[in-house]
């Protein structure tokens, strides 16, 4: 059976979905990580920030100037031994954590998630990267993979 959808079939069922946001990938060395990424493809960091609600310190990472939003990976290193992050880490070591797609409206996209039957992690967005706003899915409903919603703010490039 095909699962191939057109775009207006993609629409339909989650109004708002932009497309791919950013790759996150946890590491236990952030900057080693930072440089690998630099030297052998030649990424460029454009942003790094402390998330303290997410106990993460995350650098983003992109290949080109323009088209930021689907074009980065971000790196991400735990700040507290007890975060999802660490935990992460010690069961898993280092690797892909998550797939983030941008969302028109994070509440709406998270809300109709939730009645596909999904579990939406937070009753409510919280802060993330650059002031976005984000949910998360569980990755047991996904097949395996986390999945991060963000909701891009105005002044967020
Ligand atoms: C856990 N599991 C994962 C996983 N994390 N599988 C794939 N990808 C991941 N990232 C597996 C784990 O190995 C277990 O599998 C199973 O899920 C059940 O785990 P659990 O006991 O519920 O695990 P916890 O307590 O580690 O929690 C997992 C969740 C947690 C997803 C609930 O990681 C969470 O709350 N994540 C949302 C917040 C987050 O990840 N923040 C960091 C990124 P087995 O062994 O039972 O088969 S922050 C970010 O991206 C920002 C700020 C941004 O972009 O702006
Ligand atoms: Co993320």
Known sequence: M??????????????????????????SDLDAAVSFYRSVLG???????ENLDQQVVEVMLTSSENGL????????MPLAGNSVLSRFLMRRGSGLHHVAY?????????????QCGVRVLYDAP?????????????P????????ELVEHTAADP
């Open 69 to 76: 939003v689907g074009n980065q990976l971000q790196l991400l």
């Open 43 to 49: 990424l460029q960091e454009v942003h790094r920030e």
């Open 140 to 147: 047991k409903d996904t097949g395996g993979v986390l999945l």
């Open 2 to 27: 095909s699962v191939t959808r057109s775009p207006s079939e993609l629409e339909a069922v989650l109004p708002g979905l932009l497309g791919l946001d950013h790759v996150g990938i946890a590491v």
């Open 102 to 114: 941008a969302v028109s409206d994070v509440r709406s996209a998270s809300s109709i998630l939730r």
């Open 126 to 138: 919280r802060a993330g990267t650059r002031g976005s706003q984000i949910n998360f899915v569980h």
